[in-house]
C-alpha cells in the first residue's frame, strides 16, 4: 500500500507550485487551482516554460483563499489579487515578458496540456531514481523539473509505469479513482535548473540511458513511445469528479491490492 506524500497544484501555467494538504478535484477532472490561470499572447499561444526560460527568473507564491499571487523577479516584488487585478497583472507580466499578454481563468478544467486527460502522479522512489542519476540534481530539484500534482511515497521507483498499456489495472488514492491514460512524453523543462534557468550538461541523453537500464519489468514498453518519459498521466473518471484527495491518504490498486 502507498500513500499520498504530496499534493502540488501550479495556479498559474508555467510558474512555481503550491503544495496542499488536500485538493478538490474539479468537474473537469483536474485538481482545484492547477492551471487555473495562464498568460496567453496576442496569437492565443500560452506563456510557459516550453516556450521560454524566463519563468526561472520568476520566485511566485500563490493563495488559494485569496487569490493574492506574490511575484519576486529581478529585485522587485509585486502582488496581485488575480480575481480583482487581473488586468494589471497581465500588463506587469507584460513588460517582464516583453510581449502583450492577457491573464485568463478557467476555474472548471484549468489550462492543461492534455484537455481530455487529469492529474499526473510519479512516485518518491522514482523522483530519487532519478535525482541520482545527475551529480548535481537533488530530489527536490527533481521534483521541481517534473512538476507532478500527485507524488505517492512508500511504492517502487517507476511503480506510475504499471498504469498504461493494455490490460494496464487502475488505482484508488482516498477513495478517488485514478486510470492510466499515457506516460509523460518530457519537454526541455526537466533539462533545466529550476532556479537558474541552465540547462544540465547531457541532460537528456542520460535521462533515455538510465531509463532503459532501470526500466521496470512490470511496465509494458508498447505503451511508451520514447524513453525520454517519465510520470504517468490519469484520468478520473465521471463518478469521482466531486472527491477530494488528500495527503495521508492510502493509494491502492483498485481491486484493494497494494
Same mark, same amino acid.
Given at each position: 500500500m502507498g500513500t499520498i506524500e504530496r499534493l502540488t497544484v501550479y495556479p498559474v501555467k508555467g510558474l512555481d507550485g503550491v503544495d496542499r494538504e488536500a485538493a478538490a478535484v474539479t468537474p473537469g477532472g483536474t485538481l482545484a487551482h492547477d492551471r487555473e490561470f495562464a498568460l496567453f499572447d496576442d496569437d492565443g499561444d500560452v506563456i510557459n516554460g516550453k516556450r521560454t526560460d524566463r519563468v526561472h527568473d520568476l520566485d511566485t507564491s500563490f493563495d488559494p483563499a485569496t487569490t493574492e499571487l506574490t511575484v519576486a523577479v529581478d529585485g522587485t516584488h509585486e502582488r496581485f489579487d488575480l480575481m480583482a487585478e487581473r488586468e494589471r497583472a497581465a500588463e506587469w507580466f507584460s513588460t517582464v515578458f516583453g510581449a502583450?499578454?492577457?491573464?485568463?481563468?478557467?476555474?472548471?478544467?484549468?489550462?492543461?496540456? &492534455?484537455?481530455?486527460?487529469?492529474?499526473?502522479?510519479?512516485?518518491? $522512489?522514482?523522483? &530519487?531514481? @532519478?535525482?541520482?542519476?545527475?551529480?548535481? @540534481?537533488?530530489?527536490?530539484?527533481? &521534483? &521541481?523539473?517534473?512538476? $507532478?500534482? @500527485?507524488?505517492?511515497?512508500?511504492?517502487?521507483?517507476?511503480?506510475e509505469d504499471r498504469f498504461v498499456g493494455e490490460d494496464a489495472p487502475a488505482f484508488e488514492a482516498g477513495g478517488v479513482r485514478f486510470e492510466g491514460v499515457t506516460p509523460c512524453g518530457r519537454c526541455v523543462v526537466p533539462e533545466r535548473d529550476p532556479d537558474s534557468g541552465e540547462p544540465t550538461p547531457e541532460f537528456r541523453e542520460r535521462f533515455v540511458e538510465q531509463r532503459a537500464a532501470t526500466f521496470p519489468e512490470w511496465a509494458d514498453r508498447s505503451a511508451f513511445d520514447h524513453l525520454y518519459t517519465l510520470m504517468l498521466i490519469a484520468r478520473i473518471p465521471d463518478v469521482d469528479r466531486s472527491g477530494t484527495l488528500r495527503v495521508g491518504a492510502d493509494v491502492m490498486l483498485s481491486d484493494g491490492n497494494s
Open positions: 502583450d499578454l492577457t491573464l485568463k481563468q478557467d476555474q472548471s478544467l484549468g489550462y492543461v496540456d &492534455r484537455r481530455d486527460m487529469g492529474p499526473s502522479v510519479i512516485s518518491t $522512489a522514482t523522483l &530519487r531514481e @532519478v535525482a541520482s542519476w545527475f551529480d548535481a @540534481v537533488t530530489v527536490e530539484g527533481a &521534483r &521541481r523539473r517534473l512538476r $507532478a500534482n @500527485v507524488e505517492v511515497s512508500g511504492v517502487p521507483a517507476f511503480w
